[in-house]
């Protein structure tokens, strides 16, 4: 029978002590240290062992996150971004420690083009809410398609059409985005999806 290895303990960033201290003045009872808290934010439905954060951290704008952002950077603490934990990469996994960046407080819609087929989201947007917005049964399908996860990080035509080009096999250079006038409408794009 083979010798197990020892467990050993989980790393940990030097400074994350200060880092959530520094968190706990700007951002008070939205920083967790609470264990429960912090096992729902390091452990997603994937095979991967857990591996916790030392804190998670509520964002609810963009200025939040990008403040919450250059701390962890100042003080060289590894950060994770985390949505609603349904990963199944084990992205959300916290080996070196760190601060979870829970942005799922930031749920709203802020635009939508239905001309131009797309939906402009906040990144804690979730489907059902997408879905409830968008009641038509047509009108949600023509927008979220079968690709409605792409509608959570905002421009989702332009995500379709590369999806498409790539599941085509397009010869030659990706361009990033083309112009409306060279994009061919979505209905052929997704073709018999």
Not at 36 to 64: M, N, T
Not at 77 to 85: E, N, Q, S, Y
Request: aromatic fraction near 4%; hydrophobic fraction near 40%.
């Amino acid at each position: 029978m083979a010798a197990q290895a020892p467990i050993q303990a989980q790393a940990r960033a030097p400074h994350v002590d200060v880092t959530i201290a520094e968190l706990k003045k700007l951002y008070g009872d939205r920083v967790s240290t609470a264990h429960a808290v912090r096992e729902q934010h390091g452990k997603d439905i994937s095979f991967h062992e857990a591996h916790l954060p030392d804190a998670v951290v509520f964002a609810e704008s963009a200025e939040e996150v990008q403040r919450i952002v250059q701390l962890c950077a100042q003080h060289k603490t590894p950060i994770i971004a985390f949505g609603t934990g349904t990963s199944l990469e084990g992205h959300i996994s916290a080996p070196n420690g760190g601060i979870s960046l829970d942005v799922s407080r930031m749920n709203k819609v802020l635009q939508v083009n239905e001309a131009d087929l797309d939906v402009v989201v906040q990144p804690g947007v979730t489907r059902k809410q997408l879905r409830a917005l968008l009641p038509d049964r047509s009108r949600r399908r023509r927008l979220a398609g079968r690709h409605d996860q792409h509608a959570r990080f905002g421009h989702q035509r332009g995500a379709l059409w590369h999806d498409a080009r790539e599941r085509a096999g397009a010869a030659g250079r990706h361009r990033r985005r083309p112009p409306d006038a060279a994009r061919p409408p979505l209905a052929q794009i997704l073709g018999g999806l």
